[in-house]
């Protein structure tokens, strides 16, 4: 995939919410069938126990979403938008993490639908708020999910991936995880490279110069109550570029593909310049 026709998928996702909005499912299902992935033909019983989790999981959003919304109390960022920009830019990471392989293997499959299982769940009922203490709200997503990924099946080693890739979305881990991962050959077979495709997929969409702007509104929106400073400063010029180079980070061979770091420095580029002129 290349980020042109990411862009067109989120434009398109856009444009039907929320009056049009077919529901979290209908987008699992597009992001599955973009990776080639078809529950119907798999053969792997641990993968159709991951697609009915992903089932559940997307009924549950859905509704727990939609009763939010009908209260005027679903996050503007922390939203079912939010989950489906995720999807769709970690599946465009996973096509490109796929560049030059030859032979796909079971074990590579599997790694993909344990990856969108995580980002799906990944901020299962998020309140709009932010971490009291390290991974707070990260756990709370994990202590929802775990019961409904036992109760469809899917498999213990599978659920403890799918934990760690959660718990490693949390903002503070960020940098570590991909530090820990630099000199190592990139492969998805391990979980320390799934962990750092899942935060750079989290954090694309908020990256992108077509849809930033929009993400960055929403979550000051999203902290205006509960840290107004730190609302105001994402929306000033240098909150971009710190959001850009400090926690936007982008380095796995799939971003590299897809050209996020140059798309970043574009960016920043033209923000210091606009600021030098003023």
């Known amino acids: 995939m290349k980020l042109e026709e990411l862009r067109d998928l989120l434009d398109k996702v856009r444009s039907q919410w929320p009056e049009t909005w077919p529901g979290t499912q209908n987008y699992v299902d597009q992001c599955l069938g973009i990776l080639g992935h078809s529950a119907a033909l798999e053969s792997d019983q641990g993968i159709t126990a991951i697609y009915r989790c992903m089932t559940a999981l997307a009924e549950q959003i859905e ?45 590579w499959r599997r790694r993909e639908w344990i990856a969108m299982l995580a980002m799906l769940g990944h901020d299962f009922l998020h309140d709009g708020t932010v971490n009291v203490s390290p991974g707070q709200i990260e756990r709370r997503s994990i202590e929802c999910l775990t019961p409904l990924m036992t109760r469809c099946g899917v498999s213990a080693e599978d659920i403890a991936v799918v934990r760690v890739l959660i718990e490693n979305t949390d903002p503070k881990k960020v940098r570590e995880c991909h530090l820990k991962m630099r000199g190592r050959p990139f492969r998805i077979e391990d979980t320390d490279c799934l962990i750092v495709l899942v935060q750079e997929a989290d954090i694309m969409a908020s990256a992108l110069p077509w849809t930033g702007h ?52 574009e960016q920043i580029a033209q923000i210091e310049s606009w600021e030098s002129l003023n």
């Not at 109390?73 to 970690?90: A, G, I, K, M």
Request: charged letters at 25%; aromatic letters at 6%; glycine letters at 6%.
């Open 214 to 265: 929009e993400l960055t509104l929403r979550l000051a929106r999203e902290w205006a109550k509960i840290m107004p400073d730190r609302a105001r400063a994402l929306l000033t010029p240098q909150g971009r570029v710190s959001f850009l180079k400090d926690a936007a980070l982008f380095t796995s061979p799939a971003s590299n593909t897809l050209g996020l770091n140059q798309i970043k420095r």
């Open 63 to 107: 509704s727990h979403g939609r009763q939010l919304a009908e209260r005027g109390e679903e996050p503007p960022y922390h939203n079912r938008l939010h989950t489906v920009d995720t999807l769709f830019s970690l599946t465009a990471l996973l096509l490109g993490q796929r560049h030059g392989w030859t032979k796909k293997t079971a074990a």
